[in-house]
């Protein structure tokens, strides 16, 4: 019950003072365990102008559990699991780092930074992590042209 | 206008600023107004044994109730002191012709008395500064700031306020009531419920400052507590102890800070004494796990940890439980990691006086380095690896392996005392034969006995009576442990490996070990054929106990045992091999390839007399429990 308090409290708070480049609304109404975000890439990234929509998943024990996080658009980045799970497990994600006053906020902050500028030495797709260090042109190019197929 | 009109207009004034201020009952134009001392800066104070305090007046309190026998400084800083009391007196003639009488006192008698003085002075000095008027309000203020500032009392040639010891607790327990008080008016956001709550429901972390509220505080140690996460255990601020600030933004020493939370704050945030129990027990494993100098009892049932000094055993009252800087993973100030001694962390200490320890479970005494009962500092003791097979261990192997039978799935050794050869595990209730140790179908598990041509058809009574029982005369009898052998032998490569290493190290025991040597290899001219042998037969009823019995004072004996493992025999390591050797040895050479069955029968009596002699005499050593003989580590 407590959960479910904070996080109304925090879907308040978050459509009174909307992230910038984000659109937060829940999957189902009577689910507020389920978050549905649509990011737009950030500009000055490869992702500009891509719509990608991700999902949030509050686990029953949140906030003492992370939320998860997956990319239900395909996208060309290193730290997010290029198959049908789209996930991204990175810094505060993580269970382990995971502090319980973090918020979603946080949490889709982090993403969008990572967006901007990923971290390949954090990697879970290791060739594209690979490819962004050494040929970041190439990458660049990749990227660009999955958002076009998927991002729009 | 009237002096008296000054003076009470005056007064009228302050107690209108100052509504606490009361009017002396005996002087109408005295009054009296408690001004707080909470310095801007915590004020340092250092509380001496009285004696040491000398130079500093004490006034009436300061008793010398205190031994100075030990001198133990203690410096702490203390926001807030007892407050000052000031007396005020209006004299006639005031403000025209006379100054403000003045008298100060402080609570707890804190404040030296040579500095009341001085602030007493003050007032007159003031009333001359401003004219010979009306000066309380500038006085009380100056003694305001004055507390703000300490009284200047840490810029005294110590750095700090000196206090005999005596006035401590007073103080102390003043500044943390304060504390306590202004926390409790507070109101603070929760950073877990993100809700404002009052600092009676909230808790301040005592390291790092960080507050939540209670009930949060509860639910997520109370649950990392159950699932055993007590590295989870610390504040829950998402950059404490991150970059060695703590919340009022101070560094700390160490680059990363201590996040480890006492019990006590466990306790004060109203966790559960059994749970906070719970927290502090599998702290306290995991620092003996993680500690390569913990040796553990020998005793198989046991296996507790020795008694050690590093890690004290827990208190029955967990508010007394010693504050413990290894606690915090990365301060690494003390004894968090073992030290790194002269020694390799696992060489026995030498000192031979060392070499008891206490289990802290079952209180035996043993030595930490032979493992074996404490046998005073005196006598001569090698080294053991706990791991190694000792001769019960493997009496024990042994008789699993020629009187048991092991599930094939999940290996538990079964003997049987009587009935057919179709087992149902005890533990995974998997159908097997006994005989064989193959895996029969539930649905129809005779099969196994009924089919011609099977190795088991028609012997699903055989050994009826357990190992006691007729054995068929054609030596197909009872095969027993097939896994076990691999285990046996795969702890003794394990123990041949170790001992090739010490007998390296080894070498002044070398040259008392050569004789030997050389008599033995004479004895064990062709143990190639015999070894090889000796491992082709490792399923056969083979009884070496009592040479095994024999076995044990000559520890030392398997260390001059450390031949490049031969080929085929290298598997079966010197634990087995050497045994089995013994055994053919003691049988007057070698054993015949077939099993003769009357040897057999013998043999299987000798060992069933063994067994039984083992639990009346507990195995006369090490004071074994009697179960240890069928357990292997």
């Keep these: ?152 | 206008m009237a002096d008296s009109d000054e003076r009470e207009e005056e007064l009228t004034t302050l107690s209108a600023i100052y509504p606490e201020l009361v009017p002396s009952s005996e002087d109408f134009y005295g009054a009296t107004l408690e001004i707080p001392v909470s310095p801007s800066q915590p004020l340092l104070v250092r509380f001496v044994p009285s004696k040491a305090a000398g130079d500093i007046s004490l006034n009436k309190r300061g008793k010398t109730s205190i031994k100075a026998a030990a001198y133990i400084e203690r410096d702490v800083e203390l926001s807030h002191l007892p407050p000052l009391t000031l007396h005020m007196s209006l004299p006639e003639g005031y403000p025209q012709s006379k100054p403000p009488q003045v008298q100060l006192e402080a609570q707890e008698d804190w404040l030296p008395s040579d500095k009341l003085k001085e602030l007493e002075k003050q007032a007159e000095a003031l009333w001359e500064d401003f004219g010979r008027c009306q000066t309380l309000f500038s006085y009380i203020d100056y003694l305001q700031q004055a507390a703000e500032s300490g009284f200047d009392l840490a810029f005294s040639t110590d750095g700090c306020l000196v206090l005999p010891m005596a006035v401590e607790k007073a103080l102390v327990t003043y500044d943390a009531e304060t504390k306590g008080a202004l926390f409790d008016a507070g109101t603070y956001e929760c950073g877990i419920c993100i809700e404002p709550k009052k600092g009676t429901s909230c808790y301040r972390l005592s390291r790092c400052g960080h507050v939540f509220c209670k009930s949060c505080l509860q639910e997520f140690y109370n649950s990392a507590i159950k699932e055993g996460d007590v590295a989870n255990v610390k504040c829950l601020s998402p950059d404490c102890g991150k970059k060695g600030t703590t919340a009022n933004g101070k560094i700390l020493r160490q680059t990363t800070t201590s996040r480890a939370i006492h019990p006590r704050e466990l306790l004060a945030m109203g966790l559960e004494d059994k749970m906070v129990r719970r927290f502090v027990e599998m702290k306290r494993k995991k620092k003996l796990e993680a500690d390569k100098q913990t040796v553990y009892c020998p005793r198989t049932w046991c296996q507790g940890a020795a008694k050690s000094p590093k890690y004290p055993p827990i208190p029955a009252d967990l508010a007394t439980y010693p504050d413990d800087e290894s606690d915090d993973e990365s301060t690494g100030k003390d004894s968090a990691p073992p030290q790194p001694s002269k020694q390799p962390a696992d060489a026995p200490p030498i000192d031979p006086e060392d070499r008891i320890a206490v289990c802290e479970k079952c209180n035996f005494a043993f030595c930490r380095v032979c493992y074996r009962g404490w046998h005073g500092q005196f006598a001569r003791c090698y080294p053991r690896d706990p791991n190694e097979l000792s001769a019960e261990e493997k009496a024990s192997y042994d008789y699993i392996l020629s009187n048991t039978s092991p599930c094939p799935t999940c290996s538990s050794p079964t003997q049987k005392t009587y009935g057919c050869n179709h087992m149902i595990c005890f533990n995974c209730r998997t159908h097997y034969c006994y005989l064989c140790g193959s895996w029969l179908d539930g649905r129809d598990p005779y099969q196994h006995f009924n089919q011609p041509g099977r190795e088991c058809y028609q012997r699903l009574f055989e050994l009826e009576e357990g190992e006691n029982g007729q054995a068929p005369g054609d030596g197909r009898g009872f095969a027993g442990a097939r896994r076990w052998e691999q285990m046996a032998i795969e702890v003794a490569r394990e123990a041949d490996a170790r001992e090739a290493a010490e007998a390296a190290q080894a070498a002044e025991d070398e040259q008392a070990a050569r004789a030997l040597e050389a008599e033995e290899r004479a004895e064990a001219d062709g143990p190639e054929n015999e070894l090889a042998e000796a491992v082709a037969q490792v399923q056969i009823n083979d009884n070496p106990i009592p040479e095994a019995a024999q076995q044990r004072p000559n520890a030392h004996a398997r260390r001059r045992n450390p031949f490049p493992a031969h080929p085929r025999a290298g598997g079966a390591a010197a634990a087995v091999r050497y045994h089995e050797r013994q055994a053919g040895n003691a049988r007057g050479g070698r054993r015949p390839a077939v099993n003769n069955d009357e040897r057999r029968q013998a043999e299987l009596q000798r060992f069933l007399d063994m067994a039984e002699r083992d639990e009346e005499e507990g195995w006369n050593s090490d004071e074994l429990d009697e179960d240890e003989d069928f357990r292997i580590r």
């Excluded at chain 1, 993580?94 to 906020?105: L, T, Y």
């Design chain 1, 1 to 152: 019950m407590a959960a479910n308090k904070r996080i109304m409290k925090e879907l308040a708070e978050i459509n009174n003072n909307p992230l910038q480049g984000c659109t937060i609304k829940l999957a189902k109404e009577d689910d507020l365990n389920n978050w549905d975000v649509t990011m737009d890439g950030p500009p000055e990234s490869p992702y500009a102008g891509g719509k990608f929509n991700i999902q949030i998943v509050l686990p029953k024990e949140y906030p003492f559990k992370p939320p998860v996080l997956t990319f239900k658009t395909k996208i060309y980045h290193p730290n997010v699991t290029n198959d049908d799970k789209g996930a991204m497990c990175l810094g505060m994600l993580r269970a382990d780092e995971w502090k319980p006053p973090n918020k979603i906020v946080d949490v889709l902050k982090l993403v969008r930074a990572v967006l901007a500028a990923p971290q390949p030495d954090d990697a879970v797709e290791a060739g594209i992590a690979n490819e962004f260090k050494t040929d970041r042109k190439a990458f660049d190019k990749t990227a660009q042209d999955w958002v076009k197929k998927y991002a729009k």
